[in-house]
């Protein structure tokens, strides 16, 4: 493989992931809250950000997939990334989110489809109260009008793997953020 363009390096995104748990510290002091990950791409972020967080956490994941608007990964580079289509959950919170702090942690937002649809789902459970990390952000591709509370990096249109995020799974342990070359 040719060599990856860095985005991101991972100096920055520690520090940038520390700063986001004080802010998260700080703003829920002293309220225990639930770490709700978004498999797979946030299992990274999440555990980093865990360890900034300065609050009693304890840790839920959730799994989705797009239905069908998915080509396969390489049309999916060629054609550039498009996730319309609706979205649904393969892996359901284990336990009642109600009366609960929620975080809800995403590795990126991109059209909005998935949050909007998660933030509808994860609503229906009544918590106490809900936020959202994102460790990037795509305001650019935006088709949906949704915002996180916390967000690490607002990045181009680019299609990025590393540090959780990947391309047709493979990538997610790179420990810096790369630009994945058009080919
Ligand atoms: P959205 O529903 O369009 O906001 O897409 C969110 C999901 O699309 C993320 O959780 C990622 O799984 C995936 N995604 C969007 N952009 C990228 C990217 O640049 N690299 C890897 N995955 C991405």
């Given amino acids: 493989m040719t060599e990856l ?6 100096e920055q995104i520690s520090q940038r992931v520390a700063e986001m748990g004080a802010q998260i510290t700080h703003e829920l002091a002293g309220e225990p809250i639930i770490l ?11 555990s980093d950000l865990a360890r900034q967080i300065q609050l009693d956490a ?10 069908g608007a998915r ?14 289509g609706e979205v649904r959950v393969t892996k359901d919170v284990d336990q009642s989110l109600k009366d609960k702090n929620v975080v809800l942690v ?17 609503m229906a459970h009544q918590p106490k109260s809900f936020r959202i990390a994102a460790l990037l952000d795509k305001p650019s591709r935006r088709k949906l009008p949704m915002q996180a509370d916390y967000v690490g990096f607002s990045i181009p249109d680019e299609f990025v793997i590393g540090y959780g995020l990947d391309f047709a799974e493979m990538y997610r342990n790179l420990p810096d953020i790369c630009v994945l070359p058009r080919e």
């Fill in 36 to 46: 709700l990950g978004v498999l797979k791409g946030a299992a990274i972020f999440l």
């Fill in 71 to 84: 080509p396969d990964p390489e049309e999916e580079l060629r054609s550039g990334w498009d996730s319309t």
């Fill in 5 to 10: 363009k860095v985005l991101i390096r991972r």
């Fill in 58 to 67: 304890t840790f839920d994941f959730i799994g989705v997939s797009s239905y």
């Fill in 106 to 122: 995403e590795d990126i937002l991109d059209t909005g489809l998935t949050l909007t649809f998660l933030k509808k789902h994860l």
